[in-house]
């Protein structure tokens, strides 16, 4: 009992919210019962090891190593306290992330109940609950709960990425819209039948690369290159148009024409981070119940800006207008939006690749959409 009141003690001491750069598991067995206390270091080792091998960035602290530490700083009192790196230490290792707590408690006198919940520092709750066995009191039965256990637990967190993914991830899109949509009825005018008949045709053809870097959860850095080719034309033929002076009705044709071609390249940095500005691009990976994973990506381009070359004409019984050419400035920006999968995977695996290819239309738009995406990801490790 003595130990467990030395760590709540260091615990309301050197606890901090701040969450470090390097995820810090601390790991607490609570027994209870002559036997169960035997095998309490036991579990807390076992359950060291799996937490090593399924994130092997993390740092894993032990209750009997802050038990070890304490009696280090006691002594250290005893003796006048002028060495502070031991109290150091300590506050370090009570800075956790992620709190596993196991539980050895016998029952009965016959029965060892083995359990383990993880908890997340950041948002105060219970993450992993590897529910609980009962196993019998000699050490074969212990040892088989305590691993069936440990297992349970790193199963139910391998759907958090603890340690970050890192590694190439390039994407492109090509997106094409090809569209006509016509609107044609009858009017009336002058005495006779005429017709309205409008037309309008869309082709644009965009292409764009993304060449990125996943540095951690989920921020990238890279570079990205695009090309853009628009091209609408309006023919507008109105049998019965209304001049716009006097009360005359007559034919008359309108067609306007926009065009414009740009290329663009870099990724938007309006965000910003510790004031610097950082790359407005995300590559998030969301592990899912079922052993498997989406990659969604999300970013901006920086803006470009482009010439819309707008021509238009309009010929007639009045309201005539001569062929004319404007330039008109407009900024493009191409953004990423994508979602690919689920592929088989876990956080707790070591790498994570794929090439795939996706075609989408837009039920609205038409517009058609090739999506290729090639990663590889590798588990961090120190």
Not at 16 to 44: H, M, Q, R, W
Not at 52 to 63: H, S
Not at 225 to 249: A, P, Q, S
Not at 250 to 270: A, F
Request: one cysteine or more.
């Amino acid at each position: 009992m003595k130990r467990i009141y030395l760590i709540a003690i260091a615990f309301l001491l050197f606890s901090s919210p701040v969450i470090s750069i390097e995820p810090n598991f601390l790991v607490v067995c609570v027994s209870s019962g002559d036997t169960a206390v035997k095998y309490s270091d036991s579990f807390e080792t076992v359950m060291e090891s799996y937490l090593k091998d399924a994130f092997p960035c993390a740092k894993i602290t032990k209750r009997s190593g802050i038990v070890t530490r304490l009696a280090r700083e006691r002594l250290n009192q005893l003796l006048g306290g002028e060495n502070q790196q031991e109290l150091v230490n300590i506050g370090k290792d009570m800075n956790w992330d992620y709190f596993v707590k196991l539980s050895l408690k016998t029952f009965e006198g016959k029965k060892i109940m083995v359990r383990a919940v993880c908890l997340e520092r950041k948002n105060v709750n219970c993450i992993a609950d590897a529910d609980y066995v009962f196993v019998t009191m000699d050490y074969q039965g212990v040892k088989d709960g305590i691993n069936q256990i440990a297992k349970r637990l790193i199963d139910k967190l391998s759907k958090y990425e603890i340690c970050a993914f890192q590694g190439s991830v390039t994407i492109t899109i090509s997106s094409d819209l090809d569209s006509t949509n016509v609107e044609d009825y009858g009017v009336y005018c002058n005495e006779s039948n005429q017709r309205y008949h409008k037309e309008t045709v869309i082709k644009n053809h965009t292409f764009s690369e993304w060449k990125l870097q996943r540095k951690g959860i989920p921020w990238t850095d890279g570079t990205m290159t695009f090309y853009t080719d628009e091209m609408t034309k309006t023919t507008e033929e109105d049998g019965c148009h209304k001049c716009k002076t006097g009360k005359r009705e007559g034919g008359l044709v309108t067609t306007m024409t926009s065009s414009m071609k740009v290329k663009g390249t870099g990724i938007s940095h309006d965000s910003q981070f510790k004031g610097k500005k950082q790359d407005d691009t995300r590559v998030e990976l969301q592990f899912l119940e079922s052993d498997k994973y989406l990659v969604v990506a999300k970013g901006t381009s920086q803006p470009v800006t482009g010439e819309d070359k707008v021509v238009t004409q309009a010929q007639g019984t009045c309201d005539n207008q001569p062929l004319e050419t404007k330039l008109l400035p407009r900024d493009i920006r191409v953004p990423l939006r994508v979602i690919f999968g689920p592929y088989d995977g876990k956080a707790t695996d070591k790498h994570l690749q794929q090439k795939d290819t996706k075609e989408v239309k837009d039920p609205v738009s038409n517009e058609k959409q090739t999506i290729n995406i090639d990663f590889s990801l590798t588990q961090k490790e120190k």
